[in-house]
């Protein structure tokens, strides 16, 4: 009986070669619509399916497989001797070989204008059922869904080699590109729905990449990216040099890249163990670097580097004087690069920290699920602080106020972090206290403390952190507020001349 392939694609990227190779081994081909004028144009014979259906196209084109015809060939098992017998009195043959690969959803609903109606007409029903009913037979159907796999596939036909394991791992990838499929279409709805916690989720991301190892060397990990372009954030960055990223580089990549967001000045952030360690902000990126440096040149070795500006010769001979493991900001001028890419093992990426995508969803796997929030992207202006103190902080200290409030809400918490000279002086983080938090970013801090400000990502539930900053010099604190005993620490501060600012919102990151 003279084998029979369908082909249905609308990538039609080596389809010409694929249909010729199948024709030479004796295959008779089916096709659909744009797909058979592909063929035919290459001068391949090609039947259409309609004279398989024996059924016309119907509804410009959303009817044309859906058929007995089409289905009953795909899912007949050839061992099963009351499937082959219905095939031969109903008049339909068996389908030995599917290629389909689906309508484009994922780059019509990546376009800035697309209308809902475009969207719609670009969810494929014919093609994931062919695949799926070709996949659950696999034993007896060649099913294909990559134009990468024809050469292989050809191969295996020619030499007779089409093993089970490879047919299996061919239909694995169908009910993964099916369901990735799926995935998208519904991520798409249930956000022109707008609901927020549907009754299932199910997302779907692509790989990047393998990585050498997880957070430890006996830990295999792998990097996969959203659907949806950000062109900001890690999964898009383009690595210029060096070697390839771990798993901990890119968590401290990203965390790197969440706190240069956070600024439009020109500003330089030193991430250790996803926590920043010195952040500096000036009127030139040279000078943010030197502050950034400044806050803590011994914690930011063996760092990553986050900066939002282009790279010049100054900054890059100052980066190039520090054992670092990234280097990341939106473009280096060509001395730049070349003074940094001297060290080889440097990885040295572009990315443009303004544009990182500050919206959408958190998520983190526990033992058996999951948990999903939305982004902490809460920021607060000059205008939504409340005063709470007899004394009011002074211009100066409302910037380092609102520099401090910026990089604490990316510190693990408890998180305290004293700011002054528009850059970070002390950073306290994950400690199971305020109070020690505060004297791990007073002690980083030292001197430079008289006369600084701090930030805690949530109230003060007891004084003692206003004590403890009062005896280092302090003179201005911000905080959340909403304590039942506020007051006891606004007493504080005014019995030691401190100010202190409620910005109403807390900044918790566990």
Same mark, same amino acid.
Not at 133 to 155: C, H, L, Q, R, W
Not at 193 to 221: C, F, M, W
Not at 241 to 267: C, M, R, W
Not at 470 to 477: E, F, L, R, S
């Given at each position: 009986?003279?084998?029979?392939?369908?082909?249905?694609?609308?990538?039609?990227?080596?389809?010409?070669?694929?249909?010729?190779?199948?024709?030479?081994?004796?295959?008779?081909?089916?096709?659909?619509?744009?797909?058979?004028?592909?063929?035919?144009?290459?001068?391949? %014979?090609?039947?259409?399916?309609?004279?398989?259906?024996?059924?016309?196209?119907?509804?410009?084109?959303?009817?044309?497989?859906?058929?007995?015809?089409?289905?009953?060939?795909?899912?007949?098992?050839?061992?099963?001797?009351?499937?082959?017998?219905?095939?031969?009195?109903?008049?339909?043959?068996?389908?030995?070989?599917?290629?389909?690969?689906?309508?484009?959803?994922?780059?019509?609903?990546?376009?800035?204008?697309?209308?809902?109606?475009?969207?719609?007409?670009?969810?494929?029903? =014919?093609? &994931?059922?062919?695949?799926?009913?070709?996949?659950?037979?696999?034993?007896?159907?060649?099913?294909?869904?990559?134009?990468?796999?024809?050469?292989?596939?050809?191969?295996?036909?020619?030499? =007779?080699?089409?093993?089970? %394991?490879?047919?299996?791992?061919?239909?694995?990838?169908?009910?993964?590109?099916?369901?990735?499929?799926?995935?998208?279409?519904?991520?798409?709805?249930?956000?022109?729905?707008? %609901?927020?916690?549907?009754?299932?989720?199910?997302?779907?991301?692509? @790989?990047?990449?393998?990585?050498?190892?997880?957070?430890? +060397? @006996?830990?295999?990990?792998?990097?996969?990216?959203?659907?949806?372009?950000?062109?900001?954030?890690?999964?898009?960055?383009?690595?210029?040099?060096?070697?390839?990223?771990?798993?901990?580089?890119?968590?401290?990549?990203?965390?790197?890249?969440?706190?240069?967001?956070?600024?439009?000045? +020109?500003?330089?952030?030193?991430?250790?163990? /996803?926590?920043?360690?010195?952040?500096?902000?000036?009127?030139?990126?040279?000078?943010?670097?030197?502050?950034?440096?400044?806050?803590? &040149?011994?914690?930011?070795?063996?760092?990553?580097?986050?900066?939002?500006?282009?790279?010049?010769?100054?900054?890059?001979?100052?980066?190039?004087?520090?054992?670092? %493991?990234?280097? /990341?900001?939106?473009?280096?001028?060509?001395?730049?690069?070349?003074?940094?890419?001297?060290?080889?093992?440097?990885?040295?990426?572009?990315?443009? +920290?303004?544009?990182?995508?500050?919206?959408?969803?958190?998520?983190?796997?526990?033992?058996?699920?999951?948990?999903?929030?939305?982004?902490?992207?809460?920021?607060?202006?000059?205008?939504?602080?409340?005063?709470?103190?007899?004394?009011?902080?002074?211009?100066?200290?409302?910037?380092?106020?609102?520099?401090?409030?910026?990089?604490?809400?990316?510190?693990?918490?408890?998180?305290?972090?004293?700011?002054?000279?528009?850059?970070?002086?002390?950073?306290?983080?994950?400690?199971?206290?305020?109070?020690?938090?505060?004297?791990?970013?007073?002690?980083?801090?030292?001197?430079?403390?008289?006369?600084?400000?701090?930030?805690?990502?949530?109230?003060?539930?007891?004084?003692?952190?206003?004590?403890?900053?009062?005896?280092?010099?302090?003179?201005?604190?911000?905080? &959340?507020?909403?304590?039942?005993?506020?007051?006891?620490?606004?007493?504080?501060?005014?019995? @030691?001349?401190?100010?202190?600012?409620?910005?109403?919102?807390?900044?918790?990151?566990?």
């Amino acid at each position: 009986m003279t084998k029979r392939a369908l082909l249905s694609v609308s990538n039609k990227q080596g389809l010409s070669d694929f249909a010729q190779e199948l024709i030479s081994l004796g295959y008779e081909l089916i096709s659909t619509g744009g797909t058979k004028r592909t063929i035919e144009e290459a001068g391949i %014979e090609v039947r259409s399916i309609s004279e398989i259906t024996e059924f016309p196209e119907i509804m410009d084109g959303r009817v044309k497989t859906l058929h007995p015809a089409v289905h009953s060939g795909l899912l007949a098992r050839r061992d099963n001797g009351e499937h082959m017998q219905q095939l031969q009195e109903l008049g339909f043959g068996p389908i030995d070989l599917v290629a389909v690969n689906l309508y484009p959803f994922k780059e019509t609903i990546a376009k800035e204008d697309v209308t809902e109606r475009e969207a719609i007409e670009n969810v494929d029903i =014919g093609g &994931p059922t062919m695949l799926r009913s070709a996949a659950k037979n696999f034993e007896n159907v060649t099913v294909v869904t990559d134009p990468a796999d024809y050469g292989e596939i050809v191969e295996g036909l020619k030499s =007779g080699d089409l093993t089970y %394991e490879f047919r299996r791992s061919l239909a694995a990838k169908v009910f993964r590109h099916t369901a990735h499929y799926d995935a998208l279409i519904a991520e798409y709805f249930t956000n022109l729905d707008g %609901e927020k916690a549907p009754e299932t989720i199910t997302k779907t991301y692509e @790989h990047v990449q393998s990585l050498r190892y997880g957070e430890n +060397p @006996h830990q295999s990990a792998s990097f996969y990216r959203e659907v949806k372009e950000d062109r900001g954030s890690l999964a898009y960055a383009e690595q210029l040099h060096g070697k390839e990223l771990s798993y901990n580089n890119i968590q401290d990549a990203n965390a790197a890249l969440e706190v240069a967001a956070e600024f439009t000045d +020109p500003a330089a952030v030193a991430v250790k163990h /996803m926590n920043p360690c010195g952040v500096g902000t000036a009127g030139d990126l040279s000078q943010a670097f030197a502050k950034a440096y400044e806050a803590d &040149p011994v914690s930011i070795f063996g760092g990553i580097v986050a900066l939002n500006r282009k790279v010049d010769k100054e900054t890059a001979e100052q980066l190039s004087g520090i054992f670092l %493991e990234i280097i /990341m900001a939106p473009e280096y001028d060509e001395e730049a690069f070349g003074i940094l890419a001297k060290k080889k093992n440097v990885r040295i990426l572009k990315v443009d +920290p303004s544009i990182t995508e500050t919206t959408g969803e958190k998520m983190v796997s526990v033992r058996g699920g999951l948990l999903v929030q939305d982004k902490d992207e809460g920021k607060v202006a000059v205008t939504d602080l409340r005063t709470v103190t007899e004394r009011a902080p002074t211009d100066k200290e409302l910037e380092d106020l609102l520099l401090s409030w910026q990089v604490v809400k990316h510190v693990k918490s408890n998180a305290l972090v004293i700011a002054g000279e528009d850059r970070t002086l002390g950073v306290g983080a994950g400690q199971m206290n305020r109070v020690g938090a505060a004297a791990i970013a007073l002690g980083q801090a030292g001197e430079k403390a008289r006369g600084a400000v701090m930030a805690s990502d949530a109230f003060f539930p007891m004084p003692d952190t206003v004590e403890t900053a009062a005896k280092a010099g302090i003179k201005a604190i911000i905080q &959340p507020g909403g304590s039942k005993r506020d007051q006891d620490s606004i007493d504080a501060c005014n019995e @030691h001349g401190i100010a202190m600012v409620f910005t109403g919102m807390r900044h918790f990151k566990h």
